[in-house]
């Protein structure tokens, strides 16, 4: 019974955690002159922070880092494409194709940590654009996607009465991952923040990182201050 009941309260707290989203948005006072001021933007790779086991505990700090890299590399185009259905055919801004950015950035001989770690402003007048825009992702790991839909089968059976075999056509799933992600434009005639927003959301073993991440861009492009 004590058993029982310390599953009963891990799944609790698990399901407590599952589906918990937030947003936060900040605009300085004396950005929308600015915007209307830009004519060309470009995002920077994403940086991104994983906490937690995302990927085999034999792999050597090579391997990490280039898995890091890759990943980078795909929420910077995920990004990209998210804004680029909003703006594709405006004539307020212009986005810097991320080859171009690459391409300009490669040639200063910049890996993508640095340019996490190197001034807004510098990286601005480098790409010859007026704001630049800066992506972080914190992904904090919970369970393995195997991990949750174990701990997911047991409890719809447990609770619900859904056959394992049913999962996962019903029921309701854990938590694996939350992604904390914050956007910012950065001015590049000052490096001032202009506009920042955080969105909070949580991945499930079918609905991985990735996908999650893609969401939560599109909300951003959807609230992205330039007009369409």
């Given at each position: 019974?004590?058993?029982?009941?310390?599953?009963?309260?891990?799944?609790?707290?698990?399901?407590?955690?599952?589906?918990?989203?937030?947003?936060?948005?900040?605009?300085?006072?004396?950005?929308?002159?600015?915007?209307?001021?830009?004519?060309?933007?470009?995002i920077l790779p994403v940086e991104l922070v994983l906490k937690g086991k995302d990927y085999p505990e034999d792999w050597e700090q090579?391997?990490?880092?280039?898995?890091?890299?890759?990943?980078?590399?795909?929420?910077?185009?995920?990004?990209?494409?998210?804004?680029?259905?909003?703006?594709?055919?405006?004539?307020?801004?212009?986005?810097?194709?991320?080859?171009?950015?690459?391409?300009?950035?490669?040639?200063?001989?910049?890996?993508?940590?640095?340019?996490?770690?190197?001034?807004?402003?510098?990286?601005?007048?480098?790409?010859?654009?007026?704001?630049?825009?800066?992506?972080?992702?914190?992904?904090?790991?919970?369970?393995?996607?195997?991990?949750?839909?174990?701990?997911?089968?047991?409890?719809?059976?447990?609770?619900?009465?859904?056959?394992?075999?049913?999962?996962?056509?019903?029921?309701?799933?854990?938590?694996?991952?939350?992604?904390?992600?914050?956007?910012?434009?950065?001015?590049?005639?000052?490096?001032?923040?202009?506009?920042?927003?955080?969105?909070?959301?949580?991945?499930?073993?079918?609905?991985?990182?990735?996908?999650?991440?893609?969401?939560?861009?599109?909300?951003?492009?959807?609230?992205?201050?330039?007009?369409?």
């Open positions: 019974m004590k058993t029982t009941h310390s599953f009963l309260f891990l799944i609790g707290i698990l399901f407590l955690l599952s589906g918990c989203s937030s947003t936060l948005r900040y605009t300085s006072e004396d950005a929308p002159p600015r915007f209307d001021s830009h004519q060309k933007i470009a090579d391997k990490i880092t280039k898995f890091e890299a890759e990943q980078c590399s795909i929420y910077q185009l995920l990004l990209y494409q998210a804004l680029m259905r909003h703006y594709r055919t405006t004539a307020g801004i212009k986005i810097q194709s991320i080859d171009k950015t690459m391409e300009i950035l490669t040639e200063k001989r910049f890996e993508v940590k640095d340019i996490w770690n190197e001034d807004s402003y510098k990286l601005a007048q480098l790409l010859g654009v007026d704001a630049v825009v800066r992506t972080k992702i914190e992904q904090v790991r919970y369970l393995s996607d195997r991990q949750a839909m174990s701990v997911a089968a047991a409890t719809n059976s447990m609770i619900w009465g859904i056959p394992p075999y049913a999962y996962p056509y019903g029921g309701v799933s854990p938590s694996t991952a939350t992604l904390r992600t914050t956007c910012a434009i950065i001015d590049g005639n000052d490096g001032k923040v202009l506009w920042k927003m955080g969105v909070k959301r949580d991945t499930q073993w079918n609905n991985p990182p990735k996908e999650v991440a893609l969401n939560i861009f599109h909300k951003l492009a959807r609230n992205f201050p330039y007009k369409p």
